[in-house]
């Protein structure tokens, strides 16, 4: 099924083709490498750090079942909010500023034709192409953090993640999971998500580090 917002109101309509939309889906393949420390799509995608973007385009925001969304993003789908092509590219765009309050830290990604790229790959991957998600390895989601040490290491952390800095150019490092922000630290780490400072920073962390500093940011407030 497929929703659509008209005047504010959700209405169901019946399954049909996949929308078209611009963009090169083989560019965004490769922009997705950016997305896949939280997110799954393809065949066999489950619901990870980031829910599952099978037909992302058409549905309601908030409203995959197994997910647990930020209040602000439910809220946003009690709206009326169904992502279309132009409300996913100003969300991907600058997604704390399109949506204040939501859990995704992706920055964003400012070049127009690059949120095109990844929209038009969103589509052609829904139809079944199947795509590995990336994992963190098991032994290091269950490795016990030591927060004391995590404090200890969080200097160089908060040297841009600080208090006071803008939010939507570097997200603050509170209210998120454990688990989320050990995902992220060792995609960092293994390339799997792209930014030079946290490649270079995460790629001289040992796993006991990653786990400490998980378990000291996911207890701040």
């Known amino acids: ?26 560019k965004g393949e490769k ?34 079942d197994g997910f647990r969304y930020s209040q602000a993003m439910m809220e946003a789908g009690a709206n009326g909010l169904v992502w279309d092509e132009e409300s996913l590219s100003a969300y991907i765009e600058k997604p704390r500023k399109y949506m204040p309050g939501t859990k995704m830290i992706y920055a964003g990604m400012s070049d127009g034709g690059d949120r095109n790229d990844l ?6 991957a829904s139809g079944g192409e199947e795509i590995v998600g990336f994992e963190a390895p098991a ?54 998500r792209q930014n030079q400072v946290m490649e270079l920073i995460a790629g001289r962390l040992a796993d006991d580090e990653i786990a400490a500093l998980a ?6 407030e």
């Open 1 to 26: 099924m497929r929703l659509i917002a008209i005047a504010g109101f959700a209405l169901t309509l019946t399954a049909g083709p996949a929308p078209a939309v611009e963009g090169d889906h083989g």
């Open 31 to 64: 922009l997705f490498r950016a997305c896949r420390a939280c997110h799954q799509i393809g065949e066999g995608a489950e619901n990870r750090v980031g829910p599952q973007l099978n037909d992302v385009i058409g549905r309601g925001a908030g409203s995959l």
């Open 119 to 124: 929209i038009a790959y969103l589509v052609h």
């Open 139 to 192: 032994e290091l989601l269950a490795m016990e953090g030591d927060a004391a040490f995590g404090e200890y290491l969080a200097g160089e952390c908060t040297i841009c993640h600080r208090p006071g800095a803008d939010p939507y150019e570097i997200p603050p490092i509170v209210g998120l999971d454990r688990e989320r922000i050990v995902f992220d630290l060792h995609a960092y780490r293994v390339g799997e």
């Open 215 to 220: 378990e000291y940011f996911s207890g701040l």
